[in-house]
């Protein structure tokens, strides 16, 4: 009953903010029958760079405060583990595992994303 009714909720303040803030689209002209009316701006080999140099701090900064906070939530799980009863030791391990998939996946992902950067730089 409390899912149906918070459930409920999200799917009327979701409607809500859809009729509050309309999604309104405009065109100044159409590209599919005047293929020439678009025309992009060229980017500057300098601004990308500034780009490129501002995400990956962004990005450090997220894989390094995710790999803190799931490191310290081992820990955490990990300690109780280890005082728990035996029950509880069933109920940790049963948490602790998708908690290490996850630990593994955040530092897998940002290696494998660091040597695609790696690699994109060296391309040029």
């Keep these: 009953m409390i899912k149906k009714k918070s459930l409920f909720i999200i799917v ?5 903010f859809m009729m509050i803030f309309p999604s309104i689209t405009t065109a100044i002209s159409d590209p599919i ?22 995400g990956g701090i962004i990005f450090n900064i997220l894989s390094t405060l995710g790999i803190i906070v799931a490191v310290i939530t081992i820990i955490v799980i990990g300690i109780k583990y280890m005082v728990g009863s035996v029950q509880e030791k069933a109920e940790y391990k049963k948490t602790m595992i998708p908690y290490l998939v996850g630990v593994v996946m955040i530092i897998g992902v940002s290696g494998i994303l660091k040597l695609i950067a790696k690699l994109a730089t060296n391309i040029e």
Excluded: F, R
Aim: charged share 15%.
């Design 12 to 16: 009327i303040l979701i409607l809500s």
């Design 33 to 54: 029958t005047d293929p020439n009316a678009y025309k992009p701006g060229s980017i500057n080999t300098s601004d990308a760079n500034v780009v490129a140099q501002k």
